[in-house]
């Protein structure tokens, strides 16, 4: 079973139909107790860094999604799924994270330019990943791809070797992790396509 984690703010139903369309069920889940009875658990994320820990906290997900990754289970994060894993973000004020892979979530710099144009902040729209950690859930993927981003926030890991893509926008920031059993996108699988859903299907063919 895998268990995608309903804590009030995601895009939760995308995330459960982009596993159907490949094959696999998956259980939307507000049950904290849900978690430790799935073999597999997605963390997605929509919305303000400190109004999603806050509901995690009070929803009662904190400890079992620590147990989960303890245990060894697959875990995925994505978008602000990647940034709650991180020690502490400054999206409006100083808030702490889970702290499963130590590092900040910063604001993306004003004044950002490519080739010359000045660049928007969120980052929105298709952009490449350059793969630098053959993840599980990268198998079969070009390093390339493109996939889907929405975000105004990016992660910064201490140690640079749980970094698995990093992608260039304006600077070049980390796009996802790889640690042992947790896997995290800062793009939208579920919503770019044809590569999005072979890492889903990757992650769910997880033992």
């Keep these: 079973m895998i268990a995608i984690i309903d804590y009030g703010m995601g895009n939760l139903r995308s995330v459960q139909k982009g596993f159907e369309k490949v094959g696999f069920d998956a259980v939307v889940t507000s049950d904290p107790k849900v978690l430790l009875d799935a073999q597999r658990v997605v963390l997605p994320g929509v919305g303000a860094f400190r109004d999603c820990i806050r509901n995690l906290e009070e929803g009662g997900f904190v400890e079992p999604i620590l147990k989960v990754i303890r245990e060894g289970k697959p875990f995925l994060g994505i978008c602000l799924g990647l940034q709650l894993l991180f020690t502490e973000s400054e999206e409006f004020g100083l808030h702490q994270g889970l702290n499963v892979i130590p590092g900040r979530v910063l604001r993306f710099p004003e004044g950002m330019q490519e080739a010359g144009e000045s660049l928007k902040v969120p980052h929105m729209g298709w952009n490449q990943v350059s793969i630098k950690r053959p993840a599980p859930i990268f198998q079969g993927v070009e390093d390339g791809s493109n996939v889907y981003f929405v975000h105004s926030y990016y992660v910064k890991p201490e140690d640079e070797a749980v970094v698995a893509s990093t992608t260039r926008y304006g600077i070049d920031f980390c796009s996802s992790i790889w640690r ?3 896997m995290a996108t800062q ?11 072979a890492m889903l299907k990757n992650f769910a063919l997880l033992k």
């Design 180 to 182: 042992d059993n947790v």
């Design 187 to 197: 793009f939208h699988p579920e919503k770019s396509q044809d590569k999005g859903l």
